[in-house]
């Protein structure tokens, strides 16, 4: 796995197809990704790959042909991509994400978002891999910003309560593990639903039809190419020094409702918004979210650690192949 190995290759000339054997660099650090076909999986995945590291992705339904397929919760099959692979790092990006989902399967999502996470720090401190575990703003309730790491976590919803057992479940099984908490994540989606963010933009475009946005709750957008970038820079730095480890915080900065979000998309793309409505009420349907559970990410950066896309920048990247007028492309590109 490591120095050189042989790869195959099909070559294609007019009349003519070979097989061709040809030797490939294999980065010499190994770094495992779980849940590397959604949104920020893919990401982080990418961001190893793209420098200098021997990365594997794997995942379950969305696996195959490019990532290994794994059941997080077969406790063999954790075993041995592990002992197979034997990763320097693993990035724990698979969890149910989705807090109505959480509300609907509580069952279901404990056992990935606690149980499999648990297990997973257990095999990485058997093999001294370093690991990353995703977690997220919502373990906190929103009612005292900023956070800080060593502030008391009060999750309002059962997602918040998954993701904070989770961290306890891997801090307590490998010590020298990493609890990475981020908020709401955008980025390149497959679909819109991908993300809370991007899920917005078909109301944005449909302008002939008013929309109630939620005017509300204080959200901090990031780019998940930033969080990947994040991801690595911590790796790296673990190799380097042991006592990288413990609880870490990482975000966006620029403060917005989703109401300010959809205006945003609109201006981005010179679309109108005046048929977006702000809705200043507390949401009464679905999970109870926090009000602002903006994190303070002054660990990280004092490390030298970070990198934050601009939303208007990062926004119009990830939503720009979903413009249904291509006409807004030529105003918005040239």
């Known amino acids: 796995m490591v120095g050189r190995e042989k790869e195959l290759s099909i070559h294609f000339v007019p009349g003519c197809c070979r097989l061709v054997e040809e030797e490939v660099n294999v ?24 420098n200098n590291w021997h990365a594997v992705g794997c995942g379950f339904r969305r696996a195959r042909p490019k990532f290994e397929q794994v059941n997080l919760l077969d406790s063999e099959a954790v075993h041995h ?65 900023p956070y800080r790491e060593e502030d008391i976590p009060a999750p309002l919803n059962l ?13 307590e099984n490998n010590l020298g593990a990493a609890v990475l908490r981020i908020p709401v994540l955008y980025g390149e989606v497959e679909k819109l639903e991908e993300s809370a963010v991007t899920v917005m933009f078909d109301k944005v475009q449909f302008s002939n039809k008013s929309a109630n946005m939620d005017h509300w709750q204080q959200r901090f957008p990031t780019h ?26 990482w975000s966006g900065n620029e403060q917005m409702t989703k ?39 002054s660990k990280l950066e004092t490390l030298g650690i970070g990198q934050r896309t601009p939303f208007r920048i990062g926004i119009k990247e990830s939503l720009w192949p979903f413009l249904i007028d291509k006409r807004w492309r030529q105003t918005v590109f040239h």
């Open 27 to 50: 980065p010499s650090r190994r770094v495992l990704v779980t849940g590397a076909t959604g949104l920020l999986g893919r990401a982080v995945y990418k961001e190893f790959q793209q």
């Open 81 to 145: 991509i592990i002992h197979d692979f034997q990763p320097h790092v693993i990035v724990h990006c698979a969890a149910e994400r989705r807090p109505d989902v959480v509300e609907n399967q509580p069952d279901a999502a404990s056992q990935l978002n606690v149980d499999a996470s648990g297990n997973l720090a257990k095999e990485a401190a058997a093999v001294g891999a370093f690991l990353i575990y995703i977690s997220s703003d919502y373990v906190f309730d929103g009612t005292n910003p």
């Open 159 to 171: 997602y918040g309560k998954t993701k904070l057992e989770g961290e306890k479940a891997v801090l």
């Open 224 to 249: 998940v190419k930033d969080v990947a970038t994040v991801c690595r820079q911590l790796a790296e730095k673990r190799m380097l020094d042991p006592s990288i480890k413990g609880t870490f915080h």
């Open 259 to 297: 109401y300010e979000m959809a205006c945003a998309i609109a201006d981005a793309f010179n679309l109108p918004s005046s048929h977006l409505r702000p809705i200043t009420d507390s949401p009464v349907l679905g999970a109870q979210r926090p009000r602002n559970a903006q994190l303070d990410c």
